[in-house]
T-cell receptor
Framework: RKEVEQDPGPFNVPEGATVAFNCTYSNSASQSFFWYRQDCRKEPKLLMSVYSSGNEDGRFTAQLNRASQYISLLIRDSKLSDSATYLCGVYGGATNKLIFGTGTLLAVQP | DAGVIQSPRHEVTEMGQEVTLRCKPISGHDYLFWYRQTMMRGLELLIYFNNNVPIDDSGMPEDRFSAKMPNASFSTLKIQPSEPRDSAVYFC??????????????FGAGTRLSVL
């Protein structure tokens, strides 16, 4: 089993839709969690950190479920500009490695 | 502020040649990471440094790959000899320590390597 797993998609949604992605992780000792956004042929860029109590940034909401070992990203009122690949990153246990999922491709359609 | 700077942006070489990728981390960052990204395997951590010291190189695919960080502002990833299966995008990232652990990683624009 991979340490961090994501549904690769693609998720094709119309503008204005709400879409959610999950990311599961295998190391129960993981402490830090992130969502990155990667545009085509660009580098990953931090979208948001994920806090234990959940956090929101505008149209984006991130949540952590430690019991089931997954994090989620909810995007409300999708825009065309949200089209990208969304990578989850998990710092594993005692190591200082940030392990990434393979990413979920989102395509927002006009 | 300048972000993580990588060079070259693109590299095309022939099988068997030596390839050197370069990275300048964000000033003041304690950690530096090298990743490789392919469609098949996603973003893979190759090696990371803390205060210029290699900490974990378990992701380096084989002895043909080596990495150095001679000072806090420069790192190299070398492939010798290169093979077509090394074709990928190589990213460098750096991070500050927060609470004793590296925190948010900032990525360079990457080097797109094609080995013919």
């Amino acid at each position: 089993r991979k340490e961090v797993e994501q549904d690769p998609g693609p998720f094709n949604v119309p503008e204005g839709a709400t879409v959610a992605f999950n990311c599961t992780y295998s190391n129960s000792a993981s402490q830090s969690f992130f969502w990155y956004r990667q545009d085509c042929r660009k580098e990953p860029k931090l979208l948001m950190s994920v806090y234990s109590s959940g956090n929101e940034d505008g149209r984006f909401t991130a949540q952590l479920n430690r019991a089931s070992q997954y994090i989620s990203l909810l995007i409300r009122d999708s825009k065309l500009s949200d089209s990208a690949t969304y990578l989850c990153g998990v710092y594993g246990g005692a190591t200082n490695k940030l392990i990434f999922g393979t990413g979920t491709l989102l395509a927002v359609q006009p | 502020d300048a972000g993580v700077i990588q060079s070259p942006r693109h590299e095309v070489t022939e099988m068997g040649q030596e390839v050197t990728l370069r990275c300048k981390p964000i000033s003041g960052h304690d950690y530096l990471f090298w990743y490789r990204q392919t469609m098949m395997r996603g973003l893979e951590l190759l090696i990371y440094f803390n205060n210029n010291v290699p900490i974990d190189d378990s992701g380096m695919p084989e002895d043909r790959f080596s990495a150095k960080m001679p000072n806090a502002s420069f790192s190299t990833l070398k492939i010798q000899p290169s093979e077509p299966r090394d074709s990928a995008v190589y990213f460098c990232a750096s991070s500050l320590v927060v609470g004793g652990h590296p925190n948010i990683q900032y990525f360079g624009a990457g080097t797109r390597l094609s080995v013919l």
